[in-house]
């Protein structure tokens, strides 16, 4: 495994970062014609058919070993009412992660579910379980359309890793210093944006317990866009709004530097599964006028990608991968997960991706929508993740009662953030 996902997969055990992947089809499709659809599609696909093998003391990176595809890859969850039910039974199963040492994936299915959004009767659910060390929103997303029958999408095939080179590592690790203090004097200089500062948490950064919720919101693509504004600014500035309002219900002072923990991909070839970072993004809640803040927040995205964009981040990620696996694996050891910092990159997490043309069928029915719903941390109670499948966009809700003791009203609050965007972009 590439020294990234090695670390994705370590991390697995401090904090579970399974992804769930839902796609609702207009059906009413039983499980059982579903599963042996799903299963022969899966048999075409190499990277669905891998599960992670440790070695002995460390003395390299974790292995991918093949695996037998069956019927238990598939889950039949039967039929648990209306949606709102649905989403109940996903909640429960967000605690329960894979064992990547048998399978880095499972698909749930959920049949005859009622009003379920922009459906015109039962729905079938699928909800594509998968390690994240297999692969990051993306190339999820490419395994979920190649397992869902789009037999022309590309899936990422990692390149073989050569020997672990001491001469190499002290080289690379020699050009990543001098390029780090190349971005310190350009950072200095105004050359390229200063590093996202940390916020003060709130609220919503405590540990996660007590119920699990999640909740979604389905949107059109042109309620979220305008004029120099993506999906994903016009997502962060419905977020925006509805960390503010619900803030301001229980009483609390919106801070000044709200923020969200963004994944942005990184630029250049991607050679390993997961091939992102994260960095802190401004939300602007002082700006009234929600058309304006959308500007600023795609300015402060940009801003953000500039920086990952700097020589000395593609660097640095080189003379990682030249790391031995006992000593990036000890350093993972060392991280707590129980300790709570004064200060986060973001107040809430949100994760956006695009899952491509609205051409997908099963059991015989359309996709009307996608969602995905991040994991929690022990920092982070509420997350968001925004996913789009053809004109559609889907705000994904994840809560912990910790944090969010209300899910239905930070739910209502969210829908009437997205409706005022789409007026101010309108």
């Keep these: 495994m590439h020294p990234t996902d090695a670390q994705t997969y370590w991390i697995s055990s ?110 079938l659910v699928a909800v594509l379980q998968i390690s994240h060390a297999l692969g990051d929103g993306r190339v999820a997303s490419s395994l979920a359309r190649r397992l869902f029958g789009d037999a022309d999408t590309a899936v990422f095939d990692p390149p073989a890793r050569g020997r672990f080179r001491p001469i190499e590592f002290i080289r690379r690790s020699r050009r990543a210093h001098e390029l780090d203090q190349r971005l310190a004097a350009d950072t200095d200089a105004g050359k390229v944006p200063a590093q996202a500062p940390p916020r003060p948490r709130t609220r919503l950064n405590v540990a996660p317990s007590e119920a699990v919720s999640i909740r979604t919101v389905v949107r059109d693509r042109a309620d979220l866009t305008a004029p120099g504004i993506g999906v994903t600014a016009g997502a962060l500035t419905v977020v925006s709004a509805a960390l503010s309002r619900y803030l301001e219900m229980h009483g609390d002072r919106v801070p000044s530097d709200l923020g ?25 809640p002082e700006t009234d006028d929600l058309f304006e803040r959308a500007g600023s927040i795609a300015a402060a995205l940009a801003q953000r990608r500039a920086r990952a964009e700097h020589p000395a981040m593609a660097v640095s990620a080189l003379a990682t991968e030249m790391v031995p696996a006992v000593l990036l694996h000890w350093g993972v050891r060392q991280f707590d997960a129980t300790a709570v910092p004064d200060a986060v990159t973001g107040h809430t997490v949100v994760s956006s991706v695009a899952r491509g043309a609205a051409t ?34 889907t705000f994904g809700i994840t809560s912990a009662a910790s944090a969010v003791p209300d899910p239905d009203v930070y739910e209502s609050i969210l829908r009437g953030a997205a409706d005022d965007v789409a007026l101010a972009f309108g």
């Design 260 to 284: 969200a923990e963004v994944t942005i991909a990184k630029p250049g070839e991607r050679r390993a599964r997961n091939h992102f970072r994260n960095a802190g993004v401004g939300l602007f």
């Design 360 to 393: 997908l069928r099963l059991g015989g029915g359309p996709v009307r929508f996608t969602a995905g719903f991040p994991a929690l941390s022990p920092v982070m109670g509420l997350t968001h993740g925004v996913h789009g499948i053809g004109e559609t966009v």
């Design 14 to 123: 401090k904090i579970p970062n399974d992804q769930f992947l839902l796609y609702c089809f207009d059906t009413d499709s039983t499980a059982e014609p579903v599963r042996s659809e799903v299963l022969r599609n899966a048999a075409d696909i190499e990277q669905l058919q891998l599960r992670i093998a440790d070695v002995p003391l460390d003395l390299g990176y974790p292995r991918t070993r093949s695996m037998r595809l069956d019927a238990a890859h598939v889950l039949d969850h039967g039929q648990p009412g209306d949606w709102g039910a649905c989403l109940s039974e996903l909640g429960t199963l967000l605690r329960e992660q894979l064992d990547q040492h048998e399978t880095t994936w499972r698909l749930h299915l959920f049949t005859a579910v009622t009003g379920a959004p922009r459906c015109t009767g039962a729905a």
